[in-house]
């Protein structure tokens, strides 16, 4: 016996129990007298998927677009269209992809369209093309098929050529045993039959459409894949070497380190705070409470006359520089002139405010001072302003102390008349309630420091770092004046002193 007629009774044989259940459901809808509405059912069911297939048809594919990819010129443009056109020609020709021929005759068709438009008066614009790169463009197209292959082919690092044509043999015999099953089934059971060939042309037609689709987008990728390198080819635009976009330019790489330079220097640099106030304000109060008491006895360096500098570390802050200065009363000009150098240098200023002293005019004038140092230099970044206000303790009712005090919602005498003197502060000063800070500096009665007048500052860092780095860089600049005037001084008396020893030599012989 035959192998194929083996199979065919095989088939029959494990078919029949399945056509029972048909037949038998079909008998029931004609004794129930639904045989007729089960039909007609299935006939709207079949004319409603038909309209919807042939809306699909009407839909455009998503076709792959290489222009943006490429650079924007008139060639390149040409070049793209020319591309469309050659894709849109065999999108619609029905092409056989099985035959090499199809890849042979897209391939030089497309490499000639793209190299006459790079090459428009060469004989054979073609062969304009050099072989390194040639083999660059072989090297990323195979990258991509592998790639592409390993990721969307299930099961294709796992079977050999072998076993492909192998599956593909098997599968053509068991289309050709189908198809004598579905004979032979017609004639044993028409009404099964005539159910199970509607159901096979409407997936047949289904999956006519959809591979229709697939083939069409399938060549298209592929022209236009090859369209991309072809201009990458003869434009001159493809590098052999990919590490080489890796680094910058030379130029570049010379800015890049010149910023990352005086990044480097602005971040080692430490921020630079002056405290500022009236005589008896409690500056010094204030720096020995931030500082303790040890260290402020410790790290004192004294700089020019009336100034002390201290270093100070906090957790969240970098290296940080306090400068204390001496106070300043009704005649602020005098304090001014003194400490003008030290105010253009600083980066944040701490001013510091009694809350017992009504005299706010040497406050609202030093304020001014310090906006007129600044432009006076042509700097219009100024330091944010963080206001220290002490000597709450004693407001009144002078013998109520009982911290802590909520000044936003003030729920006692103390802490309303905190809250009043800080508007008052706000008002004549033009700050906001942000920038100022209630503490109370008494020995063994420290309040508000940590709590209040820390988180003010943190809160002025951003605008502080930004001020320092502007301070910074206009003394990187002037460095960089003087260092490249020496360099070229340098340079002109070594020119100067090897052109003259050379015209004694000459002299002399």
Known sequence: MKMKTR????????????????AAGFYWLWLHQLLILWLAFSAVLGALWWLINQRLKRLDLELLDISPAVEKNAQSKQACEEIERISASYRNSDP????????????LEVMRAVAEQYYPNRK????EIKLPYLLKVIEKLAQELRVGLA?????????????????????????????????????????????RELRILATDSLLSHSADDLKRWLIDAYIKKIGYYA????????????????????????????????????????????????TNAGKSSLINVLLGAQKAETNVIPTTEGFASY????????SVIILDCEGYGGDYRDSIAKISEEIVRSDIIILVISATNVARDPDKKMLQAIQQC?????????????????????????????????????????????RQMMDVVTAE??????????????????????EGLMPAIFQQLDQARQVRYLRCLKAYHKEDYWRRLWRQSKGAGQFIAKKGFSVFSKSSV
């Open 96 to 107: 056989d992809l099985a035959s090499s021929e199809f890849y042979m005759q897209t391939l």
């Open 231 to 278: 201009i990458e080819l003869y434009s001159g635009s493809m590098v052999l070497d990919d590490s080489l976009f890796a680094n910058a330019t030379q130029r570049s790489q010379q800015e890049l380190d010149g910023i990352k330079h005086r990044e480097t220097a602005t971040s080692a640099e430490p921020l630079r705070i002056l405290v500022l106030g009236q």
């Open 374 to 418: 600044f432009a006076a230099r042509d700097r219009s970044n100024l330091p944010p302003v963080v206001v220290a206000l002490t000597h709450i303790d004693l407001l009144r009712p002078a013998r109520e102390w009982a911290p802590p005090y909520d000044v936003i919602k003030p729920d006692s005498a103390k802490a309303q008349a905190i």
């Open 7 to 22: 199979w065919t009774i095989h088939l029959l044989v494990i078919m029949v129990p399945f056509s029972i259940p048909l």
């Open 124 to 127: 054979d614009a073609l062969m």
């Open 311 to 318: 270093l100070f570390e906090h957790p969240g802050l970098e």
């Open 151 to 195: 990721e969307n082919v299930p099961g294709s690092h796992m079977f050999s050529v072998n076993d492909i044509v192998a599956s593909h043999r098997l599968a053509n015999r068991g289309r050709e045993l189908y198809r004598l099953f579905r004979i032979v089934s017609a004639g044993l059971d028409p009404v099964s039959a005539m159910v």
């Open 429 to 450: 000063l033009g700050l906001n309630g942000e920038q100022i800070a209630p503490v109370n500096l008494k020995p063994g009665f420290e309040y508000n420091v940590e």
